[in-house]
C-alpha cells in the first residue's frame, strides 16, 4: 500500500530498504522490522535507541550496513546538519529530529526536537517518507555529484544505471536477505 509518498516509496524501496517495514493487519498500520531489528525510546521521547540488523550488504561490494550508514544517511538529509541537503522529505525530519548518532556498530540514537504517534510510521517506514538507506562508502567515494547519478542501497534491486530523460535502469540481486525481486530487471 502507498500513501502520499508512494511514488518515492515505488522506486526507492527497490533500491534502498528503510528501518521497518509498514504492515497493514485488519484495517490497522504497524510496523515490524527490516533493516532495523527494534527499538527503544526513552520515557521522555527526546531519543530512541535503535538496533540494526547485521549482515545486510550494500550492492556493489559496498560492504555491509552499519551504524556509520544509518547516521551518514539521516544526517544528510537533514537540512539543518547538511547544508545544501535537498532530500524531499528533509524539510520534514528538520523540524522533528536534532541528529542521529553512532552508539555502537549496529545501534544509533536518533535525538529528537518533538516526537508524536505518527513519526515512527512517518518517517522510519516505507509507508510515507522512510528515509532509505544508503551507503556511505559509495559517497565517500563520489561525492554529491556522483550520489544524484547512482544510488547504493541494500534493496532487492540494484541500480545500474540514471540518465536525465531515460530513467533508471535495475537489476534484481540474487537470493536478496529479504525478498527477491519479481522481475529480473526494470
Known sequence: FC????????????????????????????TEPMVALSYELDPSLESGIFTLRQGVQFH???????AEDVAFTWN??????????????????????????????YSVRFN?????????????????EG????????????GDEGMREKLVGTGPLHMDKWGQHEGAFLTAVPDHCRKTSYVPEA
Open 131 to 142: 528515509i532509505g538507506i544508503l551507503s556511505k562508502a559509495f559517497f565517500d567515494e563520489v
Open 76 to 105: 544528510s538529509a537533514n537540512p539543518n546538519l547538511t547544508e545544501g541537503s535537498v532530500h524531499d522529505t528533509g524539510g520534514a525530519i528538520g523540524n522533528i529530529m536534532e541528529n542521529v548518532e553512532v552508539t555502537g556498530e
Open 3 to 30: 500513501t502520499a509518498g508512494c511514488a518515492e516509496t515505488i522506486y526507492m524501496s527497490g533500491i534502498t530498504d528503510v528501518l521497518f517495514n509498514a504492515v497493514a493487519d485488519g484495517g490497522v498500520v504497524t
Open 112 to 128: 529528537w526536537k518533538t516526537f508524536n504517534g505518527s513519526t515512527m510510521l512517518a518517517y522510519m517506514t516505507n509507508f510515507d
Open 60 to 66: 556493489g561490494g559496498y560492504g555491509e550496513m552499519t
